[in-house]
């Protein structure tokens, strides 16, 4: 099946720093991915939606020049989290789709952020 | 809004033991719904669906069925095993309406030997 990647899978970082997250599809080319966000014990959060060669989507509440996504190809898409603070600490996930179909979404194993 | 709430977790169940996580949801316009499965260490994936009232979906032995009347979809399994072990998300989406995935917040089950 279809593989999403994610580099890293932790991080830790100190407040004030930036930190970049990658999401790769290994074995497809993406037409939109997704970034969401989880806090423990809560749902999966969307917070943007990427197309390649387009400026991202955020939603509601997310601060776009806090959490800047890149979808440079149709298998690349980074999460960059500027001036990181410990309320930015998150489990991280993103997920493709190679169409249209919403829920046919292939998701990465998330990336734990820690900010020191 | 549309929401998703589950059962909370964890659940821990012997082996062959029958397996229920609730589901219910609220929504603005008629959803689709899913649970997604996430094994240790990998990504999200669709366990099953159903698109509208009284459809059951199935698979590898888990089962749920679209109940309007209720607005529920468990996810149920006669008879799990060690390799069952993961967390479960009940999930919809609103055609025409918003066209996100919302998800519940997850139940982490594990199943003993």
Known sequence: GAVVSQHPSRVICKSGTSVKIECRSLDFQATTMFWYRQFPKQSLMLMATSNEGSKATYEQGVEKDKFLINHASLTLSTLTVTSAHPEDSSFYICSAITGTTIYEQYFGPGTRLTVT | ?113
């Not at chain 2, 008629?30 to 669709?46: I, R, T």
């Not at chain 2, 006669?78 to 309406?97: H, K, T």
């Open chain 2, 1 to 113: 809004g549309d929401s998703v709430t589950q059962m909370e977790g964890p659940v821990t169940l012997s082996e062959e033991a029958f397996l229920t996580i609730n589901c219910t949801y609220t929504a603005t316009g008629y959803p689709s719904l899913f649970w997604y499965v996430q094994y240790p260490g990998e990504g999200l994936q669709l366990l099953l669906k159903a698109t509208k009232a009284d459809d059951k979906g199935s698979n590898k032995g888990f089962e749920a069925t679209y109940r309007k009347e209720t607005t529920s979809f468990h996810l149920e399994k006669g008879s799990v095993q060690v390799s069952d072990s993961a967390v479960y998300f009940c999930a919809l989406v609103v055609q025409g309406g918003s066209e996100k995935l919302v998800f519940g917040k997850g139940t982490k089950l594990t199943v003993n030997p």
